[in-house]
C-alpha cells in the first residue's frame, strides 16, 4: 500500500510540481562485458563509494524527497546487495543489467535486461555466448524483465525478428532507444541519421499494432523523435528534462549532467527514459502514462496483440 502510495506521488510530483523526482546511480565502475555501442567503457570513471558508503549516499537521496531510482553502471549486478538495499529504499528501482549474471530478487524492483538484436547481431555487440547467457537467466528470473534495445547501425535490420523472439519469452515487455553518440565523434558504425532513424521510428509503432502494448513505444513517444515532430524542442542540456527531473551521479557520489555523461550530443540523443517522461506529459497521454506505470510497477502486466497478459 505504501508503495503504491509511494509511486502515485512521482506521478503527482512530474504533473504538479517542477522539483527533481528521481535518481540515476551508477552505483558500481567496474562491468563484466566490454559491449562495442558502449559510452562507459571510454571515458574515465572515478573509484565507487564501497556498500555501506552507497547506502547511506541513497538513503540520504530520499531524504531529500527523491523518490524513484535507476541503477545503472558499469553492471548493476556486480553489487547485488546495493540493488536489493536500492529497492528497498527508493518507492521505485529500476535496475539496468546485461542479464549475464543473472537476476537477483528485488523486492519491489525492476530489471531491465540490455539485448540489442537476435543472437548473432547481440553477440556481435556484447560479446561471444552472451546471449545465450542472458536468456538462459531470464527463463529463470524472479519475474519477467523488461528487454531493452539499443537501436544502431548494427542491429536496425533486425527488429521484428528479435522482437518475435522476445515475445515467445517470459518477459513483461519491451523498451528501445537509439545510439547516442559522443560530441564530436562519427559513430559512422553505429550512429543512425536522424533521417533514416524517423523511418525506423514509424517501424516501432507498426511492432506495436502488431504485438500490443509489450511493445512500450507509443505515438506520443514516437514523436518525440522524429525530425517533424517534437525533437528539436528538448534535444539541448538546457532543454531536456533529464536534466530538471532527473539527478544523476557517478559512482563516488559526485553529480553529472547526464547518465550518458558528459560528453553525450544531445543534438542526436535517442534516451528512451527522456521519449517517455515527454511523450507523457507534452501533452498528457494516457498510453505513455501505462507504459511509465509498467516501469514502476512490478506486478503490472501490460497486454499482448489480443488484450491477453
Ligand atoms: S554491459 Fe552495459 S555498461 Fe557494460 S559494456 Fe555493455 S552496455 Fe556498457
Ligand atoms: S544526452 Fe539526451 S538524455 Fe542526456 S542530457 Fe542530452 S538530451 Fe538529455
Given at each position: 500500500m505504501l508503495s503504491t502510495f509511494g509511486k502515485l506521488m512521482i506521478l503527482a510530483q512530474w504533473l504538479l510540481t517542477r522539483r527533481p523526482t528521481s535518481v540515476a546511480v551508477d552505483i558500481t565502475h567496474r562491468c563484466?562485458?566490454?559491449?562495442l555501442h558502449c559510452y562507459w567503457w571510454k571515458q574515465e570513471h572515478p573509484p565507487e563509494l564501497d556498500d555501506g558508503q552507497m547506502i547511506a549516499f541513497l538513503k540520504k537521496l530520499r531524504a531529500g524527497g527523491l523518490r524513484a531510482a535507476i541503477l545503472y553502471g558499469g553492471e548493476p549486478t556486480l553489487r547485488p546487495e546495493i540493488c536489493r538495499a536500492a529497492a528497498r529504499i527508493f518507492d521505485a528501482t529500476l535496475a539496468f543489467t546485461n542479464g549475464v549474471n543473472g537476476f537477483p530478487e528485488l523486492e519491489n524492483g525492476q530489471w531491465i535486461l540490455s539485448l540489442d538484436?537476435?543472437?548473432?547481431e547481440n553477440d556481435r555487440i556484447r560479446g561471444e555466448g552472451v546471449y545465450q547467457k542472458a536468456i538462459e537467466n531470464l527463463k529463470a528470473a524472479p519475474r519477467p524483465p523488461i528487454v531493452h534495445?539499443?537501436?544502431?547501425?548494427?542491429?536496425r535490420n533486425s527488429l521484428e525478428p528479435f522482437v518475435q523472439e522476445m515475445m515467445a519469452l517470459p518477459?513483461?515487455?519491451m523498451g528501445f532507444s537509439f545510439v547516442t553518440p559522443n560530441r564530436g565523434t562519427d559513430d559512422d558504425n553505429l550512429f543512425i541519421p536522424l533521417t533514416e532513424r524517423n523511418r525506423l521510428v514509424m517501424e516501432l509503432l507498426r511492432l506495436r499494432k502488431k504485438y500490443g502494448e509489450k511493445i512500450g513505444f507509443?505515438?506520443?513517444m514516437a514523436r518525440q523523435l522524429l525530425t517533424h515532430?517534437?525533437?528539436d524542442q528538448w534535444n539541448s542540456l538546457s532543454t531536456c528534462p533529464v536534466n530538471r527531473r532527473v539527478?544523476?551521479?557517478?559512482?563516488?557520489g559526485r553529480s553529472k549532467a547526464c547518465t550518458y555523461g558528459e560528453q553525450a550530443d544531445c543534438s542526436r540523443c535517442g534516451c528512451a527514459a527522456v521519449v517517455a517522461y515527454r511523450g507523457a506529459l507534452n501533452p498528457l497521454d494516457y498510453q505513455t502514462l501505462k507504459v511509465i506505470l509498467g516501469l514502476?510497477?512490478?506486478?503490472y502486466q501490460p497486454k499482448g496483440p489480443t488484450g491477453k497478459k
Open positions: 563484466n562485458l566490454k559491449c538484436g537476435p543472437e548473432i534495445m539499443t537501436i544502431s547501425r548494427m542491429n518477459i513483461k515487455g507509443t505515438p506520443a515532430g517534437a525533437f539527478r544523476c551521479y557517478r559512482s563516488d514502476l510497477t512490478p506486478e
